[in-house]
């Protein structure tokens, strides 16, 4: 995807380019140095670290400079900035769409525009009534436009825009230009400054929402997220984290709907219960059930490549390097001498229009300068056409991109969570709890890093490219991988405080002789301190499929085209989990120890699966059947994006 402005420079311009990223966007890109017939003459590659820096380059006569830039993931959104002889910055943005992407040309080619200034200067001794002749007659010798079946440019439409909305015609996408994500940054300036709607809010979600919305003006740049549950029951806000070398911490408030303490709601008599609770509830405001989480994600080592053996965490930027390494891979394996071509034949049709960013120049201004903007649009599709090629090629090469999410997902990660419930008495105790948690799964980015220096001991003559590709390629697709583990390990500390309630109130009922009295009840609930222990430990094995299974999954659509992840809901899976809870001062509770074997046998790549359960527990009603501790379960389970059933 192209969304790099084009520019015109003269040979002694410095020019400073810089590439910012958001959304935890893994980037790096390489200068490619061509000369005016599109024939690499020399390239520079650069770190992400280098891009975000800045650098500056003293531009040549003869040359065309083409920045390309590979991100992770792909869609993420850049910002590439380019400053000429120490001026005002020319920045564009690219979010969405297929990598690499050209982030910016400059066009230095002097001979061409020697060859403009004489002709101007021949034309300006003919008088304004010859150039009018010339330029009739170059108007009624023109060729026609060519046919093709790409769009033509709206005549106010810039250049950059028109080429953006080529690629996009050539590979399907829809493509939002500089100029509409200026327009939608500026509409969610506005909406994000609205404090009053025409009409209330009606779910306890939108009631929540629309109060936070007040405060986002002052708050938006320490704010990572909104978010609402599927229910609507709670909404969320998560701060953005604080990255330090040796971990990173999050801070999370989720407002629950609240709902009346349920011990309190069965000390009511049920006759009264429904009538009693609204009117509980009409005096708890919608931040009633509010909890605070507190979580630090251990990072030990920090960030590091692939001259290290082991990495931990799940934060992106822990794996920069070794994501950077892979791009720069890719960036390396793909021939981008079709574009330098593309380029050389549009920087001779450019070379008229004058110095500075001529891809902001439109159409019509192209004509006011007297230039023929039919070879301008020919020379753009044909660059469109190389661009979108370069994409395509970029898809083929690099097949770890799709699995490299569920690598760093699988990786090793040590978290430590606190929580405290500050809740209304209506909607029950207070209380605090601590979950230290820890899990990996085996296929990550460590055994990545095992098997490259694996490799690298068994064939020191392969180039470290070719071994990390291999490397990356063994893990994901070898069969030797084909089983994969996964194990969850945790411990929670809760303490409850203590709770005591009581609510008067009065209700109707009927006495011996059939009239209508009123009875004064009081619900008292009392309950001291209580203190839980719990443990959880879950292993989960995703098996190799059989050819069978494999066959009914591409015969059903389900294997073509998946994802990583999806193509895990095509393995059989086999889970064991063992939890334990130690109960300490609530009588009401008993401490409990449930252990459950399951195996899950998908039927074919339609969500179909057979899952086979046995569960025991230390005491029978844990289990849910009376008199044994040992229970079996088989069902028939029916999954999709929108719909999970089980019968």
């Not at 389900?558 to 063992?578: F, H, N, V, W």
Request: charged share 20%; with cysteine; net charge neutral.
């Amino acid at each position: 995807m192209a969304c790099g402005n084009l520019f015109n420079g003269k040979s002694g311009d410095t020019v400073d380019i810089s590439v910012t990223g958001t959304g935890g966007c893994t980037f790096t890109g390489v200068l490619e140095i061509a000369d005016c017939s599109g024939t690499e003459v020399d390239h520079v590659n650069l770190s992400q670290a280098e891009l975000e820096a800045g650098h500056t380059w003293t531009l040549q006569a003869d040359r065309i400079y083409t920045l390309f830039v590979s991100r992770f993931p792909g869609g993420c959104k850049i910002e590439t900035s380019f400053r000429f002889n120490g001026g005002a910055p020319v920045v564009d943005s690219c979010e969405g769409g297929t990598d690499p992407i050209t982030a910016g040309t400059i066009f230095v080619c002097t001979a061409q525009k020697r060859a403009l200034r004489m002709l101007k200067r021949r034309a300006a001794k003919l008088g304004a009534v010859a150039l009018l002749f010339v330029s009739l007659a170059a108007a009624l010798n023109a060729a026609p436009p060519p046919q093709t079946d790409l769009p033509r440019p709206n005549p106010g439409e810039k250049l950059t825009n028109y080429r953006d909305r080529l690629l996009g015609a050539i590979s399907g996408q829809e493509i939002v230009t500089a100029k509409t994500q200026q327009t939608a940054s500026q509409v969610g300036k506005e909406v994000a400054h609205k404090t009053t709607s025409t009409a209330a809010p009606e779910g306890f979600a939108d009631r929540v929402n629309e109060t936070i919305s007040d405060f986002l003006p002052l708050l938006q740049a320490n704010v990572s997220a909104v978010s609402t549950s599927e229910d609507k029951k709670s909404v969320t806000v998560k701060l953005n984290p604080l990255k330090l070398s040796y971990a990173e911490f999050g801070f999370s408030g989720t407002a629950t709907q609240p709902d009346v303490f349920a011990k309190v709601a069965d000390d009511i008599v049920a006759s009264a219960r429904d009538s009693e609770e609204k009117a509980l509830l009409s005096k708890v405001n919608d931040f009633g059930d509010l909890t605070y989480t507190l979580e630090a994600n251990a990072l030990p080592g920090g960030a590091g490549g692939w001259s290290r053996r082991m990495l931990f965490g799940r934060t992106t930027a822990t794996y920069q390097p070794f994501i950077e390494a892979l791009l720069k891979d890719e960036l390396g394996m793909l021939s981008k001498d079709a574009v330098n071509k593309a380029n050389a034949e549009l920087g001779k049709f450019l070379a008229p229009l004058g110095s500075g960013p001529v891809g902001d120049l439109t159409f019509e201004d192209v004509k006011a300068k007297h230039v023929d903007p039919e070879p301008i649009i020919e020379a753009l599709m044909d660059l469109a056409r190389a661009e979108a090629a370069l994409a395509k090629a970029a898809g083929v090469a690099s097949p770890w991109r799709p699995k490299l999410a569920s690598l760093i997902d699988n990786q090793p990660q040590l978290v430590l969570k606190v929580s405290r419930r500050e809740s209304d008495e209506v909607v029950g105790p207070r209380s605090t709890a601590y979950t230290l948690n820890y899990e990996f799964g085996s296929r990550n980015v460590n055994a990545v890093l095992r098997e490259f220096h694996r490799l690298e001991k068994e064939n020191p003559a392969m180039a470290d490219a070719d071994r990390r590709q291999q490397a990356i390629a063994n893990v994901t697709s070898d069969p030797r991988f084909g089983a994969e583990d996964r194990l969850v390990t945790s411990i929670t500390y809760k303490d409850v405080g203590a709770y005591h309630f009581v609510h008067p109130y009065t209700f109707t009922t009927v006495d011996s002789s059939g009239a209508d009295i009123q009875v004064a009840r009081t619900a008292n609930v009392n309950l001291a301190r209580s203190r839980e222990w719990r443990g959880k430990l879950v292993w989960t094995r995703l098996v190799r499929s059989s050819n069978a299974v494999l066959a009914a999954a591409k015969a059903t659509g389900g294997a073509e085209g998946a994802t990583d992840s999806s193509s895990k809901d095509q393995k059989p899976r086999l889970t064991a989990s063992l939890e334990a809870v130690s109960v300490r001062d609530d009588p009401t509770r008993q401490n409990q120890v449930i252990g459950r074997l399951s195996y899950v046998v998908p039927l074919g790549g339609n969500g179909l699966t057979l899952p086979l359960t046995l569960t025991w527990a230390n005491r029978p009603e844990f289990v849910g059947q009376n008199g044994t501790r040992l229970s079996a379960h088989v069902s028939v389970s029916f999954k999709s994006n929108a719909v999970d059933s089980g019968s």
